[in-house]
């Protein structure tokens, strides 16, 4: 179950016209008072219907009695508003239930304690099977305010117990979440308007101080490149000599003559000096090449291991997810600066979109995304060939819908809103790098005999997508790629079957596309021997791999045009 307190407003009136009315994105029906803090209230019914008026207004008046009473001693913001949802899987509670839970959540709150004849006076609405709104007036009967600070987390609190009395869904609440980056403040938006800039100085710098940090690998490297980066840099040491922080200012942006200072927490909670510490122990170091073995591919390792964020994401423990949504933002913000110049600008506006997309945790163990993050470090150690491009941004796409996925899961608009513009972005870089390959590819496709029995394969491996795949464009690549891993020792078949095997391809525009790109990847593998393959096969049917169950929550993607889908 979740919960959602707005910020304060002041017009009762209007939050119970929204409540009552026939809504816009949804259509109210049945909406109904469930609970209220005395039993009594008149319950309005839905707009329209015999006597409405007359009761709002008799509810909206015995709501904001004690308001009334206190004149110029009420606070401004006087209007107290919770929504709770129930996950998706729960139950659907009865109207004795609902009640029960809003009783607890104004007591837990502080908006109207059990037993306490001065509480605040509150009402509870349903408005559907899975959700409830709570209105109250902050005002008590002794005609002071209550003492709800912190009300959020007391309600998630109160939440938690919740769920176990009423045996619902558990859902993980980790009190050192913080939410995504804030957005600029109208002063801010203004002065950059006035200024000539893009976007405010805050964004400018965050953005920059991202990028720097996504291709540092120490402390000092990262103050360095801020300053090539062209930001004017501050550090704060001890009397012991050791750094203690660090601030930022961009050229230009005074007062008084004077440089405008950010500390890295003012830019964003995790850039501190002491997270960027933490964030940096934890990059795995650069595997060397083996003799007579070439040197791994950061490309093939970081589209691997962007890969299995969708799996972490899905899980109940938000550990392994935190560290690589982490990690995966730092290779966003790297990719700009490695990727061909015609893919550049939509891949920095992908990351900067993912920036308001996520959580980051106060507390992330950044172990968690160490291989992710160390290839993230070396992606410029080889060159950025459309290809390697088009393959790792079809992994990130998938991971952003499994983003998507959860956000709106959890009611987070904001972040589902980021997460739409992020994948907007990623899905036009894609179809920027990915047709060139893609024609190369083809071009080198096997004999029809050869296709032939690579289609028997893949009818195998894939019998959903089958058909699909096999009137794709993409489909000679396909067979291109499996031609060339043949080549190398590997079997089509087997190879079919583990890539098919890596992740659900019903979030793919084009599966065989995105099968191409993992027939490359594990085609650049070591084949296996006759040995180890009869081993692998053996573990298989003993232990076969279950997909994880996927939410069924559509995910919003632009119309495009079959030469523009993947």
Not at 330 to 358: D, G, N, T
Not at 392 to 402: G, N, R
Not at 508 to 530: D, K, M, Y
Request: aromatic residues 4%; charged residues 25%; hydrophobic residues 40%.
């Amino acid at each position: 179950m979740i919960a959602n307190i707005v910020k304060p407003g002041s017009n009762t009136h209007g939050v119970l016209k929204y409540l009552f009315g026939r809504g816009t994105a949804t259509v109210h029906t049945d909406q109904h008072i469930v609970a209220s803090w005395d039993g009594f209230v008149p319950d309005p019914g839905f707009e329209g219907s015999p006597g409405h008026r007359e009761r709002m207004n008799q509810l909206v008046k015995v709501l904001d009695l004690r308001v009334k009473q206190a004149g110029d001693q009420a606070p401004d913001g006087h209007v107290w508003h919770c929504s709770l949802r129930a996950a998706p899987e729960d139950r659907i509670l009865t109207d004795a239930e609902w009640a029960q839970v809003a009783r607890r959540i104004v007591h837990a709150t502080g908006i109207a304690p059990t037993d306490d004849p001065d509480g605040c006076r509150w009402i509870a609405v349903r408005h559907a099977d899975d959700h409830i709104h709570i209105v109250a007036t902050k005002m008590r009967g002794d005609l002071r305010p209550p003492r709800n600070w912190n009300d959020y987390h007391r309600a998630m609190t109160e939440l938690t117990k919740i769920e176990t009395d009423l045996g619902l869904h558990q859902v993980n609440r980790d009190r050192d979440i913080w939410p995504a980056a804030k957005r600029p403040t109208r002063a801010e938006t203004e002065k950059a308007a006035r200024n000539g800039h893009s976007r405010p100085v805050r964004e400018q710098l965050r953005l920059t101080v991202r990028t720097v940090l996504s291709h540092a690998h120490s402390v000092e490297e990262f103050l360095g490149l801020l300053a090539d980066a062209g930001l004017q840099v501050e550090t704060r040491t001890l009397p012991s000599g050791d750094l203690n922080g660090y601030k930022v200012a961009l050229p230009g942006d005074t007062t008084d003559g004077k440089p405008i200072w950010y500390s890295g927490t003012a830019l964003a909670a995790d850039l501190s000096l002491p997270k960027i510490q933490e964030r940096l122990r934890a990059t795995e170091p650069t595997v060397p090449g083996q003799a007579g073995r070439p040197r791994p591919n950061p490309w093939h390792q970081a589209t691997a291991a962007i890969k299995r964020i969708p799996h972490y994401v899905a899980q109940d423990d938000p550990a392994p997810a935190s560290a690589h949504l982490v990690a995966f933002g730092e290779i966003l913000y790297a990719l700009p600066a490695v990727a061909p110049a015609h893919v550049r600008v939509e891949l920095r506006k992908a990351a900067f979109a993912f920036e308001y997309a996520v959580n980051t945790r106060a507390r992330v163990d950044h172990q968690h995304a160490r291989a992710l993050r160390g290839a993230c470090k070396t992606l410029g150690t080889h060159p950025a060939e459309d290809g390697l491009i088009a393959m790792l941004v079809d992994a990130a796409i998938l991971t952003v819908i499994a983003v998507h996925r959860q956000s709106a899961l959890r009611h987070h608009d904001q972040q589902v809103a980021a997460a739409q513009q992020t994948l907007l972005h990623l899905q036009a870089a894609y179809r920027q790098a990915a047709p060139a390959p893609l024609a190369r590819l083809a071009e080198r496709k096997p004999p029809a005999d050869t296709a032939r029995h690579y289609a028997e394969h893949l009818r195998k491996a894939v019998p959903a997508h089958a058909e699909q795949i096999l009137d794709d464009a993409a489909w000679d690549a396909l067979t291109a790629a499996l031609a060339g891993a043949q080549r190398k020792g590997h079997d089509p078949a087997a190879l079919l079957q583990q890539a098919a095997g890596q992740r659900p391809l019903d979030d793919a525009h084009s599966p065989a596309q995105v099968l191409t790109w993992r027939i490359q990847r594990l085609g650049e593998r070591q084949a296996l021997s006759p040995r180890a393959r009869a081993a692998q096969a053996r573990s298989a049917v003993q232990h076969p791999v279950v997909p994880p169950a996927r939410a069924a929550v559509a995910v919003p993607t632009p119309k495009a045009s079959p030469t523009q889908r993947r």
